[in-house]
């Protein structure tokens, strides 16, 4: 054989051995070749288990989608290239064949509220937001807007506010509405929405699932009434994670739970020394006895795991005193994500919610003296150290 064409087909689509690899490789292939024309059509039609193109599914995607579903108890699930397509990915199945109206937390992410006010607003479907803490409220929203869907976030984000996701989702249901969840501040090991009676819980893989800072990606885990419109529109649009950032989200994950219990630990050493400080004006944390949504938290959370996220206003600053603050950091990384295991803060006025309009910020509660902090796996007492040398 001529050389050119050894370099193109030697060492590739041999039969795999015997042997299983012990971890899942990363499978970097494009497309799949089957034993027969006839099985590739079957396989392309579904009506066999298998592989044939990269958009379709791949079986380090294959991997990974198991591992989340097990792990949120969900019937399947769908890796995509970031936490943002996986939310969009959730809320176009919800609506394939519902009203096109939803009602939304008025609590989100930034970009989940871009979302839906800069992309599907615009292309006609209809959002009214509402408070998702306040059950009257989520009712009137619903029979005014009759959703399609509602969409919230387990743990909102940066206010950490919780709505009661089991009544929510007996509102939904009542009303033909599909629940989709954020879960990506609770985690599987806080709640595990589908057990609640959600349709979807969707994650920023990027956050604390993966968990090192070093893979972009998002995951949407449906139960089985939603997951074949799922596939069939990713099948379309293409919305899927590579492979090797599969393999590197793996990797964290299943270190995940050990890291979490770490972090929600931290947290609530973090959360309270921040609480006795003077230099610190409020302090927003779910493990504090006197937050607003202590009820649901009781409800949902397991006993002592709160959440490794703390938000907290400084006393009478405005941003250029907290872009101080936070340039004295030596330990705590100042940067755009959660979940890593280092300690990491965030200013949501310029980051998480830069996109939206002060007014708007303003009466969600986000005020120019609120930073976020995502609590890591370090020692608590060097975390806190930081935070006081900074705090002078
Ligand atoms: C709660 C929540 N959902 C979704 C996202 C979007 O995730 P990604 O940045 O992976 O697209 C984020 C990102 O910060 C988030 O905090």
Redesign the pocket.
Known sequence: MDLHTTAVHAGDRKKAAAQIPVTTPVYAAASYICESMEQLDRVMGREEAGYSYGRYDNPSNAALEEQVRALENGHGALACA??????QMAISTALADRRKSIVAADA??G??VGLLTKVLEPSGVNVRFADICDLDAVRAAVADARPGCIVM?TV??PLLRVGRIDSIAGIAREAGAALIV?N??ATPLLVRPLELGANFS??????FLSGHGDV???IVVSDQAHYDTLRTLSRIVGPVLGPFECYLAMRGIKTFPLRMERQCANARRVAAWLAAHPGVERVHFTGDPAHPDAAAIGRMFPPNLFGAMVSFELRGVGKPEVFRFMDALKLVVCA???GDVHTIMLYPAMS?HREISPERRERMGIRDNLVRLSVGIEAPEDIIADLEQALR
Do not use: C, I, Q
């Not at 970031?82 to 939310?87: D, E, L, N, P, T």
């Open positions: 970031s936490g943002m397509a996986a939310v989100l992410y970009a989940t976030e909102s984000n954020d990506t501040f969707v994650h920023s893989l990027t956050k972009l990606g998002g755009t994500s959660l998480s």
